[in-house]
């Protein structure tokens, strides 16, 4: 590890302001994944700024009836939040599934938006990686591609997104809270804040240089049979090989996004409107774009055995 120099923020603003002064900084909470990826030195801040005693550590009402979840709540204490387990059951669900009970008790719910990839790849620095380090190449594309995306690619990146929560908050229409280093304030649709690959796959996020997440609201509770299903190839400990956030409608209606298919939370609006025709139409439309490896092709197939079985689990 780098030697690196520390800060403790005293305010959201303050903590923008600091970042933005310093381009080499990086903020730090939990740290349950930046502090690895300082060890294997693929992130090399030269200044670390502590969040932790923000004030953002608190899940509330608001006033339309939806939830407001600080940036700084941890993944256990989300998980078991009273009101979280009765309205947002699919959020619990994902993040009960998602690393250890050790890690979730320090991880957070902006740093669980911002992990960063698990390609591979990705990890060793004696391989190009156009995340890591633009314009390099890519040797996953290949190379060996298992656990890597199927859709949603490019021809510059083929890594996942490894995040269990963030895929119930697409589900649920989460909305990302930000505070620039001026003081004002944005509201980010989760469908808008992870980008996919493109020409430039070290840009993950919308976020502008600066710019701090202060929390996440979800809308009113929408109700349905809420539904968290992970694949993957260790009973725990481990990231999707592929997972589903589902929620269905007594009426036939549902919603339905994807983890460990693609550079980001998959959800295809399409694929939701085919939810009456069953885990074969919304699978067909869901990834009508997929462009797998041969190493990966398989999760193709298992993605619709895994809706067919999250069907029957809601009709149980």
């Keep these: ?29 939990g740290g349950t994944n930046l502090l690895d990826l300082m060890k294997l030195q693929i992130e090399t801040p030269a200044h670390l700024i502590d969040v932790n005693h923000l004030g953002l550590d608190k899940v509330e009402k608001t006033r339309d009836g939806g939830m407001r979840i600080g940036a700084l709540v941890r993944n256990t204490d989300l998980a078991a939040d009273r009101t979280v387990r009765r309205d947002y059951a699919v959020l619990s669900r994902a993040l009960v599934s998602g690393a250890s009970g050790q890690l979730r008790n320090k991880a957070t719910t902006a740093g669980n938006l911002l992990q960063r990839t698990r390609c591979p790849y990705f990890y060793d620095t004696t391989k190009p990686c156009n995340k890591r380090q633009p314009g390099s190449g890519c040797a996953a594309i290949g190379g060996y591609s298992r656990s890597l995306a199927v859709i949603g ?53 919308s976020l502008q240089p600066g710019e701090f997440i202060t929390g996440v609201t979800l809308p009113k509770p929408i109700g349905g049979m809420q539904i968290y299903r992970k694949v993957r190839d260790r009973a725990s400990y481990a990231f999707a090989t592929i997972s589903i956030a589902t929620v269905l409608q007594p009426d036939g209606s549902g919603r339905f996004a994807f983890g460990g298919v693609a550079h980001k939370p998959w959800r295809v609006e399409a694929a939701d409107a085919r939810a009456s025709q069953g885990a074969a139409a919304v699978a067909t439309a869901a990834f009508a774009g997929a462009n797998p490896t041969a190493q990966n092709a398989f999760k193709v197939p298992l993605v619709q055995r895994t809706l067919a079985a999250v069907f029957t689990e809601a009709k149980a």
């Design 153 to 205: 690619v490019s021809d510059q990146c083929i890594a996942t997104h490894p995040s269990d929560m963030a895929v119930a908050m697409r589900v649920l229409d989460a909305t990302v809270e930000t505070v620039n280093p001026d003081g004002a304030k944005r509201m980010i649709p989760i469908a808008d804040f992870h980008r996919l690959p493109g020409t430039t796959p070290n840009i993950e996020t």
């Design 1 to 29: 590890m780098k030697p690196f120099t520390y800060e403790r923020a005293d305010s959201a603003k303050a903590a923008a302001a600091a970042i933005a002064a310093n381009p080499n900084a990086k903020f730090i909470a």
